[in-house]
């Protein structure tokens, strides 16, 4: 799947480092939440990954905080494409959604591995700068297009 790799693509740049920054908060506020249990944190998170992935991630608190931090820490922009970040947030939106609904539902076991993915792929994106909303968008596109194929049949 390497090679034929598709990424989301919507021709607008963001700093990969202000991303990385948003990442690792998202990193911290789930490891709160896997040892302190408040459901305020996967709401809020789901909040802030709907902005993101829909185009408003200018009122993100999260990348609010990020920018400020970038400025303040005076750290370049590395331009990169929006489009796989953004997918990744609808993914993380997702996740959040299905954490917030399974804890509130006191399905405690999956809503933590839920949470350990989602801080898998943050922290591979923090600390590594490795987005996996390639490989997931690539994976739902193959599935899609055999189904699509198979109908045809």
Not at 107 to 112: F, R, V
């Amino acid at each position: 799947m390497g090679k034929n790799l598709q990424c989301p693509i919507d021709f607008v740049t963001i700093n990969e480092n202000q991303a990385r920054l948003t990442a690792l908060q998202v990193v911290f506020l789930i490891i709160i939440w896997l040892f302190a249990g408040y459901a305020i944190i996967p709401a809020f998170l789901s909040f802030d990954f709907l902005l993101r992935a829909s185009n408003y991630g200018k009122y993100s608190i999260l990348n609010r905080i990020s920018h400020f931090l970038i400025k303040k820490l005076s750290v370049g922009n590395k331009p990169i494409e929006r489009g796989p970040k953004r997918f990744a947030a609808l993914v993380g939106f997702l996740f959040t959604v299905s954490i917030v609904t399974l804890s509130l539902s006191q399905i405690i076991i999956p809503s933590k591995i839920l949470a350990a993915v989602l801080l898998i792929f943050a922290s591979l994106e923090a600390f590594i700068g490795f987005c996996a909303g390639c490989y997931v968008y690539t994976f739902i596109a193959v599935i899609f297009k055999k189904r699509a194929s198979d109908i045809g049949k």
